[in-house]
DNA sequence: CGGTCATTTGAAATCGTTCAAAAGGAGTGG
DNA sequence: CCACTCCTTTTGAACGATTTCAAATGACCG
């Protein structure tokens, strides 16, 4: 299996053998399994290990007073949990599985010998939050601009791409294991809304949503939909400069 | 005048006097002064300096397809504008003056050494970027689950924390720049129904806004309406353990 | 085969938008 | 100080989007 870690990153810099070879000693630190629906970290922790999602979704989510979940993120193979602890106290929200998940819990002293170790892989960790960031601001501006039917055409392409990127597409099919209750704590909609909403996305002919799976019928008719940009993703190899040439 | 950015970071961690004393030449670098309504970055750009805001509001926003704005982050003295440049290939988005603007344009590599320099700057600069992604995580959390009204309470909540740490919040006063239509491109709403959630705020005694100063009345019930809790924004110095002892 | 959870449907109630217009500042030039 | 203008705030009313509640249907697991 290709580490999506690795994958992921390289959409940044290309990396020497060596580098590829130290990323993927760090994926096989202790390697923990999960079953759907469990607690990765919770809010208030203060972890020591960061975890690398190897197989499986998670997400970040808050539980709010009123007793209503708030997803604010997804996270699929090659998502780093919580490089954050290195310097907050504590998380402020918690993660979450949705799925069975296997992730590479690495020690924090090992990622930060390695970044110290590698102007590249360092850079191409300070990219990879950056990006983060990025996604969470798209989030935002997409719920609170977008109506709900282009919030999910959205969060679609968003993931598309994401999933793409580690090698986890199959020509135009992702695998989707959200229900449509958990597809609201994410968009903000109630379950009744988001049901509507797909099937009017499923009527257009743009996407088929079944089994699990998402099957992108059209993608340019929904990237128009959801006003979609890739952009935010910066997938361009923003880091060339960097690469390495013994691939 | 107190240096914005000293105060902020001091939220994290104790500076010795030398250290404040590097962070204030670089506030002095280059001064620019904007009117309301100008970019400061634009959207595509790749800018080699790093802005500071020293006096004035401004904002992160992208302009949809369709025409409308969506202001994704709020930004206020102390706050720097694009650390992310160091590794990004270019703006995802733009930033904008909401008022006349006074920064200071640092150019990056001053910034890098100076962190290159000092563990305790560059783990405070870490840690605002953390900070901002944990803003922008809230923010979409806060669009997609609560109602106007509570977005509403939770953006005076948040801004007024904000400012209160670079001691630009008087007692309960802060001042309030922002026009009713510019806070529905920010909290996803029109501006009329803006308007009338202000009223009802207003009803409930929990604020007053006029002549571009908001006032608040009742903090904890506004803090119970919006769901607010600060944790998010990681007050509680995160890296004691770097203190300086000679303040 | 029953039980549990996810999806789908209908209808009423609520929240928020849109459009259009009036009222209220704040600044400018006479 | 007034008249004029521009911009923001406020109001009303109709319309549209979304939620809520309640119930039916479908899918999967043991």
Redesign the pocket.
Known sequence: MRNPLILKLEQFTAFSAEDKQSLRELSASKVRSLSAKEDVIREGDKPHDVNLILEGWACRYKILEDGRRAISAFMVPGDLCDVRMFILKQMDHSIGSLTPLIVAQIPSERLLELADSSTRICRALWWNSLVEEAIAREWASNIGQR???ARLAHLFCEMFFRLQSVGLADHDTISWP???????EAV????????????ELRDRNLVE???RKLHILNLDGLKDLAMFSASYLHRDRDGQSLDANDG
Chains 1, 2 share one sequence.
Do not use: C, F, M
């Open positions: 109506d709900v039917l959200l229900t449509q209750s958990q597809l609201g903000g909609a109630s379950t009744v809304h988001v049901n509507r909403s797909i099937q949503l079944s089994g």
